[in-house]
């Protein structure tokens, strides 16, 4: 169905102004460029994951393996470049989820397809699936969460407000109150520092989270010059 993805495909197409390979490692010299890199580094490979049709950089998409909605975090080997339609059919599902949908179509109805993922729309909204994934519990995971001390996690003094969005403020902290998790986990790099979502960061500890589900890239190590 899908190509998984691995830091060692981008080795070649590093951007020398934010990126290094130094022994394997990635060095960025800004944290907040980190998901802006990523989200390139991806979509060079120029082809869609799920269709195969291939396509220059600013004609693909970039999808979360397991979708942000539920938990998925922005990792190389959490994202595949897909078409705008693979992109926007897939949606809110995971790879088995979105396997299960076409098979559904294919084989059956299109019907019986819009019933499955109408099934899987009801279940997300109650929260009853995000938790298996943020908790790491679930077979498309993609990554390893650890629990950590909010306070071990450092933040780049270039990680400004740029960017920063109200509603999405808003949408994690209902979503921390609702159900009593973080919506996704933060990502780190090697040595600790924040590389995805401050307004999340931000969440956490403004509602006194002493701990916090974490992703370590351990092949990303950030300066803070």
């Not at 960025?28 to 269709?51: E, M, Q, T, W």
């Not at 098979?103 to 019986?112: A, I, P, S, Y």
């Not at 819009?114 to 994934?133: A, C, T």
Request: charged share 25%; net charge neutral; proline share 4%.
């Amino acid at each position: 169905m899908t190509m998984r993805i691995y830091k060692d495909d981008f080795v070649n197409i590093i951007n020398s102004h934010t990126c290094l390979t130094e022994d394997g490692k990635i060095v960025i010299f800004d944290p907040s460029d980190y998901v802006h890199f990523v989200r390139n580094a991806v979509k060079s490979l120029g082809r869609c994951s799920y269709c195969g049709k291939i396509l220059p950089p600013e004609k693909l998409t970039i999808d979360h393996i397991v979708p942000q909605t539920r938990g998925g975090v922005t990792t190389f080997e959490n994202l595949v470049p897909a078409c705008e339609h693979c992109n926007g059919e897939k949606g809110f599902l995971t790879i088995s989820e979105y396997k299960d949908y076409l098979w559904l179509k294919e084989n059956l109805t299109m019907r019986d397809a819009e019933i499955f993922m109408s099934s899987v729309e009801r279940n997300m909204l109650k929260g009853r699936l995000n938790k298996e994934y943020v908790l790491g519990r679930k077979e498309d995971i993609t990554f390893q969460i650890i629990y950590l001390p909010i306070d071990a996690i450092k933040v780049s003094k270039k990680f400004d407000y740029v960017g920063f969005s109200k509603s999405e403020y808003r949408s994690y902290s209902r979503y921390l109150y609702t159900y009593g998790f973080l919506k996704k986990p933060l990502v780190v790099s090697k040595n600790m520092y924040l590389l995805e979502s401050k307004t999340l960061y931000q969440v956490a500890v403004e509602n006194g989270l002493k701990e916090v589900p974490t992703v370590i890239l351990d092949y990303v190590y950030c300066t803070d010059v």
